[in-house]
């Protein structure tokens, strides 16, 4: 039981990544705090994980800044204080070629990505600091370290994430908080069924054809699963994780090998 005990928030948590890692913590004896636009999937969600009181959803939209900081303090409140803040909610939006992107675009991208990423970060530390003991996980992307066609805006996002959590465990390592950030490769979650094709058909292939390539440029040739990354995330939360700071972990299969 790693986390035995651990209060986590986790943004995006009701899928993908996001319920891997909820799934993976619980199991853990950690307990959650999922933030998604619906709640009617949180309800699911949560009926789903069998969790009980160790499980709780909160509604709002993280490009909302008033209901992202609210998640934050309701979760601290319902707890009584927050040692995990996992900052998982995020996409990559609108995807065109760089002479085709509209400012509305790439703004939604950096709020989606980044001000989602600051504004939870921001708010939660505090609590962490009093303290003297904390985690914050970004998950980030392997496009966070290089980048692909018509993925400027989202590429750009995450590398200012990554910057995000070099900057702050070098402020916060002092007072035992550790930030880090994961850069999955592909993971085939239901965001990439069900957005994956305009992905796709904006690199001008289909769906699995963009799997393949992705795939391709591992060393394992295939996609990452949720379990692999979630695994990473508890390392990251748990006390094993404590010398580990300012760092992007890549979970990609060796495709970005730094």
């Known amino acids: 039981m790693k986390l035995a005990g651990k209060i986590a928030a986790i943004t995006g948590g009701t899928a993908g990544m996001g319920r891997g890692i909820a799934e993976a913590f619980l199991a853990e004896g950690g307990k ?7 709640p009617e999937k949180g309800a699911k969600v949560l009926e789903e994980l069998g969790a009980g009181d160790n499980a709780i959803f909160i509604a709002g939209d993280v490009m909302e800044q008033a209901d992202l900081e609210g998640f934050i303090d309701q979760t601290i409140a319902h707890f009584g204080t927050l040692d995990i803040l996992v900052n998982n909610a995020g996409g990559a939006g609108d995807l065109q070629p760089l002479v085709n ?23 939660a530390l505090p609590t962490m600091i009093a303290k003297g003991d904390g985690r914050v996980i970004n998950i980030s992307s392997m496009e966070g370290k290089h980048g ?7 590429s750009a996002a995450k590398h200012a994430v990554n910057g995000m959590t070099k900057s702050v465990a070098r402020e916060v390592g002092v007072n035992g908080v550790t930030v880090n950030a994961i850069c999955p ?36 040739k295939r ?36």
């Open 32 to 38: 959650v705090a999922l933030f998604a636009r619906n």
């Open 101 to 123: 992107l509209s400012d509305h675009a790439f703004d939604e991208a950096m709020k989606w990505n980044v001000y989602s990423t600051f504004w939870a970060t921001r708010r």
């Open 148 to 154: 692909k066609p018509v993925l400027t805006a989202y």
């Open 185 to 220: 490769g592909i993971v085939i979650t239901d965001i990439i069924k069900n957005n994956g094709p305009a992905t796709a058909k904006a690199m001008g292939m289909e769906l699995d054809e963009m799997i393949a390539m992705f795939a391709a440029d591992s060393a394992i």
């Open 223 to 258: 996609p990452n699963t949720v379990e692999e990354v979630a695994a990473v995330a508890v390392l990251l939360a748990s006390a094993a994780g404590a010398g580990i700071t300012g760092q992007q972990i890549s979970v990609d299969g060796g495709t970005a090998q730094y």
